[in-house]
């Protein structure tokens, strides 16, 4: 991707100044550490691709991959040898734990009644800021994840606007 940038960013600059270049230059890749290890030339692609990405598009493709591949986000336990201690207390110490009530609810779009399309269609586009032709095809993709994160009173006032409108909204 970024060679590819290169290259159209080299033809604009001899496009502008034909006069000033007369002989192509040549771009090498950047040299990478451990570059002579023999890969597949498909993952070597897709790490290239990967490794021109912004900070944000990098943060898009790893939510986008656990949703896709159904990983759940979990905190990485420490290594220190406190944390080695037998599993066998662990184990009674956690079922001594009272229950904690869950705080951070999703809510799904299971389906809608036909007649009441349009409206839910307009309340989807107002809710994720979408467009209408994007907010149609949310709609029409139902079931579908509406929103993530919400505490339960946020996510029962959107529940309730679209059971009014004809949609079946869930809490998970």
């Not at 944000?56 to 336990?77: C, F, G, M, W, Y």
């Amino acid at each position: 991707m970024a060679l590819a940038s290169r290259c159209c960013a080299r033809l604009a600059r001899s496009a502008a100044a034909p006069s000033l270049r007369l002989v192509p230059t040549v771009l090498s890749p950047p040299r990478r550490w451990n570059s002579s290890l023999a890969t597949d030339p498909k993952i070597a692609g897709i790490v290239d691709q990967i490794s021109g990405l912004t900070l944000l598009e990098t943060a898009d493709l790893v939510s986008l991959l656990k949703t896709r591949l159904n990983i759940p986000d979990i905190a990485l336990q420490s290594f220190a040898p406190a944390a080695a201690a037998p599993a066998a207390p662990a184990e009674e110490t956690a079922a001594e734990e009272p229950v904690q009530e869950k705080t951070m609810f999703n809510l799904r779009l299971q389906s809608f009644e036909a007649s009441a399309k349009p409206k839910v269609i307009k309340e989807v586009k107002s809710l994720l800021g979408l467009s209408l032709v994007d907010s149609k095809k949310f709609v029409e993709s139902a079931p579908k994840m509406l929103k993530e994160g919400l505490t339960k009173e946020e996510a029962e006032k959107i529940q309730k606007v679209l059971k009014d409108l004809g949609a079946v909204a869930v809490l998970e």
